[in-house]
């Protein structure tokens, strides 16, 4: 038994020495083993270039074996091979092709022979260790940081998202990997990393500038994915906001909102807005955290806001951020430029009504950087020959500083002024109006070790309104101080906690009379002090692949102090106490609990739905009775004895869906929002020196729901969206309308919008866009009666009626002169709004007569039987404007 053992063992070797007696034969199996071993390499080296978009799995290895020779070998339990996917090559090995494709896919493969045997990933043992992965994305020519930028595991859904300062931070088990950084408008950059220990990596990006058109609301697949439940909330880019038809040679922020779903502007002439059955002042607008309170210059011909000042511009309609602040409806919050970290840059637009100039730089090369902007109007040549007396101009002033200490630590500095003034000076007949806006805010960024990042703020806010006539202003103001500090920690990709204490103080002046030398004929009305103090926490988690959810709270503390003069006021609204509040005595105080909710479901890589709750609460209100477009007398309140925080409930769900193909997005929301302590007024209200105001408040609720609907294309020559709003907004005000429900002057039910752009060439850009909407509700008198011998209308219902529909056109054709790789660049834009001329109502009247001339006037002292007739005001018709842009 043994012998024949060894025989087995030692027979290969006996075969081998008889062939070393036939060397010939030898020879050739030598060569064949050589060409083998050599084929296979050889096979290895080879390029292979595949580009396939939304392809299955097996189409890719069918590709990869036709150009290299390798077959495929998996069980299918390990690997779904209809699956689609898009996978790009030009010009790798095998190798490297190989590589790619198994992490795209998530799983190892082996290569024996002329087989590539793929296998599941070997899992991290549990309490394996982990590393963490941190950094600041920034763009490559300027420096600026770039937040919202995705940061990606490649082949996975693994990633996060870079925070409003552009720093990142995730956390993985040991290993290589492969990191995709994407930001909108920007070249995808990969880098391949070995995660062996904390590792801190900033990021570069380049701007595209191949891109033909990226449109004015940014959109990235990889961000949706991304984020794990966020909704309601529309990115603008305002590199972009240029392509849009101006309105005097001016893209305003505002104007442009109306081409958004769920958000209505007030009418031609106006910055007012309501989103989502809200008033005009439940919007929070936001420049770096500070407040602004009068988004409007020139009563809302233009905006306080210029799109080239701003770094990203964020508008939240639902679910909106825990640690930015208390309004009902609206967030609207502009980050601004940090200023050009490696050159210097001078930017200017000049047309006929206004001119803008700009500067940026380093102060010390990729350390600290600064920018300034320069806003001035150019109206004196349309009045100087009817009113050489008159003083009409609007400026504003943008500045910041960044400075950045070490690679833990950066300040921000940055102040904003903006100032009205159309006054008539002469000297015997003195009048007009005056406001000006002014904020400032200072930033603290560090970074505790990887995965902490804070933020401190100091910023502060302030509001003047003035109305003059001789001598005497009578002025309103509203101001605010702020310190907040939040943290943000990075547990793990799919884990984010963000917690803060903002602590606030804020003053009103309701208006009061200066400058009068006898103040016993004038009543004195009392200032007003508050402060408020919140606390926030949320929570942000990925529960499955297809599951996210984030969960939240807001505490605030509002808090009512003196020196100031409460009112009491009984049922009949007759004042029934007098209550003298001492300085610094605290008189009243809300605390109110906001609990926020959102969760997302993913259907699959193109698509998701999305369901949001919460709770807000808003404790200053502005009180304005009337129906204008123009800045009128604006008087801003603190919630206090006699007007209780105005909250609101809104439930929201969404839908979002890609079409890869066709470059297309579609969003779809649905929402109710029940609103409780809504303020209206007593019939001909008294607002002005009025120190029993809150006396001729009426207080109620109100509900609002509707839906929406966006479908916008982000890519190629064309690019654009059109969008849909159906939407009410009822309320019901105790001793108003005989308590029955109305709608209120905002309540538009239908509004459509679409807006488009087309690069002819890579040098000329046309745009266009369209707006229609149901007229806003107005109280239109139901009959008429004789009285002796006047015409009187006889009122009905409240806001019964409503203004025309509203409609417009308006175009823009852009040139850029110079070709794009000089350093001198300047372009053209010539614009019309308003291009068919169509008059669009702002007020509808019915107490004139129509005079032998032709003439309407308001009858005075006329007997007889002259018929009042209705008559329309409207704003504007055809304006057209051109535009000179030029940068260096």
Request: charged fraction near 20%.
């Amino acid at each position: 038994m043994s012998k024949t053992i060894l025989y087995h063992i030692l027979s290969p070797f006996n075969e081998l020495r008889r062939l070393q007696h036939n060397k010939p034969l030898l020879t050739i199996l030598f060569i064949l083993s050589f060409h083998l071993l050599f084929s296979q390499v050889n096979n290895l080296s080879k390029k292979i270039t595949i580009h396939a978009e939304n392809k299955s799995i097996e189409y890719i290895f069918s590709e990869i074996t036709k150009q290299c020779g390798y077959n495929f070998s998996y069980n299918s339990k390990v690997l779904n091979t209809s699956k689609k996917i898009s996978f790009h090559v030009t010009d790798k090995t095998v190798r490297e092709t190989l590589d790619e494709l198994a992490t795209q896919l998530n799983i190892e493969y082996k290569i024996i022979e002329s087989q590539i045997i793929l296998k599941k990933p070997k899992k991290s043992k549990p309490g394996s260790r982990t590393y963490t992965l941190s950094g600041f994305i920034s763009d490559q020519k300027t420096g600026e940081s770039l937040p919202g930028a995705t940061i990606r595991i490649e082949g996975t859904n693994t990633g996060t998202i870079s925070n409003a300062y552009g720093f990142y931070s995730i956390t993985l088990s040991r290993g290589y990997y492969t990191i995709e950084f994407t930001y909108i408008g920007y070249l995808q950059e990969k880098r391949k990393v070995e995660l062996k220990n904390d590792q801190k990596f900033n990021q570069v990006m380049t701007f595209n500038t191949q891109i033909l058109g990226e449109v004015t609301i940014q959109t990235n697949e990889q961000l949706e994915m991304l984020e794990k439940s966020q909704m309601s909330r529309i990115r603008v880019n305002p590199k972009t906001l240029a392509t849009l038809p101006e309105f005097a040679g001016e893209v305003g922020l505002v104007k442009s909102l109306q081409t958004l779903p769920g958000i209505k502007t007030h009418s031609d002439g106006s910055a007012f807005f309501f989103v989502r059955g809200g008033n005009k002042d439940q919007n929070l607008i936001l420049i770096d955290d500070a407040p602004i309170y009068n988004p409007a210059h020139l009563f809302g011909y233009y905006s306080v806001i210029i799109p080239d000042v701003a770094k990203e511009i964020s508008i939240y309609k639902a679910d909106m951020p825990i640690e930015k602040g208390d309004r009902l409806s609206s967030v609207i919050d502009i980050r601004t430029k940090d200023g050009n970290m490696n050159k210097f840059e001078l930017n200017g637009v000049l047309n006929p009504l206004m001119y803008r100039f700009s500067v940026e730089g380093p102060i010390k090369k990729e350390k600290a950087s600064f920018y300034t902007s320069f806003r001035h109007s150019n109206f004196k040549w349309l009045y100087r020959q009817v009113a050489p007396e008159s003083n009409i101009y609007m400026l504003d002033f943008n500045a910041k500083l960044n400075v950045q200490i070490n690679k833990n630590n950066r300040i921000y500095y940055s102040i904003f002024y903006g100032k009205d003034n159309l006054i008539n000076e002469a000297n015997t007949d003195r009048g007009g109006i005056k406001w000006s806006n002014f904020a400032s805010t200072f930033r603290w960024n560090h970074i505790f070790g990887r995965r902490l990042f804070s933020n401190a703020t100091i910023y502060g806010s302030q509001y003047n309104y003035a109305l003059l006539t001789g001598p005497t202003e009578w002025v309103s103001e509203i101001g605010n101080l702020n310190i907040n500090y939040d943290l943000t920690y990075y547990y793990q990709p799919q884990t984010t906690f963000k917690f803060g204490i903002n602590q606030s103080f804020h003053w009103f002046n309701p208006g009061n009379l200066t400058q009068v030398e006898d103040y016993s004929f004038f009543p004195v009305i009392s200032k007003t002090q508050s402060r408020k103090t919140v606390f926030y926490a949320e929570g942000e988690h990925k529960l499955s692949e297809k599951w996210s959810a984030k969960l939240g709270f807001r505490l605030p503390i509002w808090t009512n102090t003196g020196p100031t003069i409460v009112y009491q006021f009984d049922s009949s609204y007759q004042v029934s106490d007098t209550l003298i509040i001492q300085d610094k005595e605290r008189y009243k105080t809300f605390v109110n609990f906001d609990p926020r909710i959102s969760i997302k479901y993913k259907l699959d890589s193109t698509s998701s739905i999305k369901f949001s709750y919460g709770i807000y609460h808003q404790h200053v209100q502005m009180l304005s009775n009337t129906i204008s477009p123009f800045s009128s007398f604006e008087v801003w309140l603190p919630s206090g004895t006699n007007i209780k925080p105005q909250r609101a409930d809104q439930i929201a769900m969404g839908y979002v869906k890609y079409f890869r193909k066709a470059n297309l997005e579609l969003n779809a929301e649905i929402y109710y929002k029940l609103l409780q302590n809504q303020i209206d007024y007593e019939p001909h209200a008294n607002l002005l020196l009025n120190p029993l105001i809150e006396g001729e408040l009426r207080f109620g609720e109100g509900k609002s729901y509707g839906f929406e609907l966006l479908l916008r294309r982000t890519k190629g020559r064309l690019s654009g969206w059109i969008s849909y709003t159906y939407s009410r907004t009822l309320h019901t005000i105790n001793g108003l309308n005989n308590n029955k429900e109305f709608p209120a002057f905002y309540d538009r039910p239908h509004d459509f919008a679409i807006y488009l752009s087309y690069h002819l060439s890579k040098r000329v850009n046309i745009s266009a866009n369209w707006i229609y909407y149901t007229g806003s509700a107005i109280t239109t008198p139901i009959s008429f009666y004789n009285y002796n011998g006047y015409t009187v209308p006889l009122y009905g219902d409240k806001n019964n009626d409503r203004l025309p529909d509203y409609h417009r056109l308006d175009v823009a054709f852009s040139w850029r002169i110079n070709k794009i790789e000089r350093k001198f660049q300047h372009n053209l834009t010539f614009a019309i709004y308003n291009f068919y001329n169509q008059h669009n109502p702002v007020s509808v009247n019915f107490n004139k007569i129509e005079t032998r001339d032709g003439k309407y006037v308001v009858p005075a002292n006329l007997f007889g039987t002259d018929e009042l007739l209705t008559t329309q005001k409207y704003l504007l018709g055809i304006m057209p404007s051109i535009t000179y842009k030029f940068r260096i």
